[in-house]
């Protein structure tokens, strides 16, 4: 087996998010530190440590494998965090010195966003989270270390982002209907916006193609289905 040398001053750090039932949500991990007796109520992104040997894409794929079971999903670098005031919760020393070897090196971390369909992944649970769960990004608690600005930081970038690339196209089911992909918009931007306007706005697109089906075991009236056609997608 081959033994990997840390790097302890370099981390990744992961914003993966989900679109479910109208709301955001993003995953989280809670830490535990092994046998110690250290109380840590603190939530944080997956993150951690990488390898002198692997690169940061390598890294943020493994380390997400590692603490939620997630693999092979898309990421994208989102942006670097280097304060050298990272570390000021006592709460992150003392988990900190709990398990690594150096832990009060100062850490840069590169953080890396992805949008997944969470109902094609069964979250694991390893090493040290103890936990990992989906939470609606408007009753994300305060984070560990700086995972809030880290996590704004990927909100921001997502809302750049939907206006160049079809983003539904991994949040949304393979076929939705416009009230759906009206949900996703207004949880993104966090803003609503009329009906009839974003409709209008969003049908001049080429990248939405109208299907000749309907909604099934709807108790309202079935409202008609769309798909994304990513090859003619256009600025909204």
């Known amino acids: 087996m081959t033994l990997h040398q840390i ?8 914003a993966i998010f989900s679109f479910d039932q109208g709301a ?14 250290i109380k840590d109520d603190l939530m944080a992104l997956p993150g951690n440590l990488i390898y ?18 997630l693999t092979n999903i898309f990421l994208e670098q989102v942006y670097t965090f280097g ?32 949008l997944v369909k969470k109902e094609n992944f069964k979250i694991q649970p390893s090493s040290f989270a103890k936990k990992a769960v989906w939470v ?12 809030n600005e880290i996590l704004d930081k990927a909100l921001d970038y997502l809302k750049h982002k939907i206006y160049l690339e079809p983003l539904g196209y991994e949040l949304l089911p393979d076929k939705f209907t416009l009230a759906q992909l009206q949900k996703l918009y207004e949880a993104i931007l966090e803003d609503s916006f009329d009906k009839r ?20 075991g709807v108790a309202h009236k079935p409202a008609g289905l769309y798909r994304f056609d990513k090859s003619r997608f256009h600025k909204i």
């Open 52 to 69: 002198e040997d692997e690169t940061l894409d390598e890294a943020a794929n493994r380390v997400l494998s590692e603490l939620t079971g």
């Open 24 to 37: 955001l949500e993003v995953l989280l991990i809670e830490r535990h530190a092994g046998n110690s007796e």
């Open 197 to 216: 306007n974003f409709r209008r706005k969003i049908l001049r697109t080429e990248f939405i193609v109208k299907l000749d089906e309907k909604q099934q």
């Open 83 to 114: 304060n050298p005031n990272r570390i000021s919760k006592q709460k992150d020393l003392d988990w900190l010195r709990a398990i690594r070897a150096s832990p009060e090196a100062r850490v840069i971390t590169v953080a890396y966003t992805s």
């Open 136 to 147: 609606k990004v408007k009753d994300v608690p305060h984070l560990a270390f700086d995972h």
């Open 7 to 14: 790097n302890p001053n370099v981390s990744v750090d992961c």
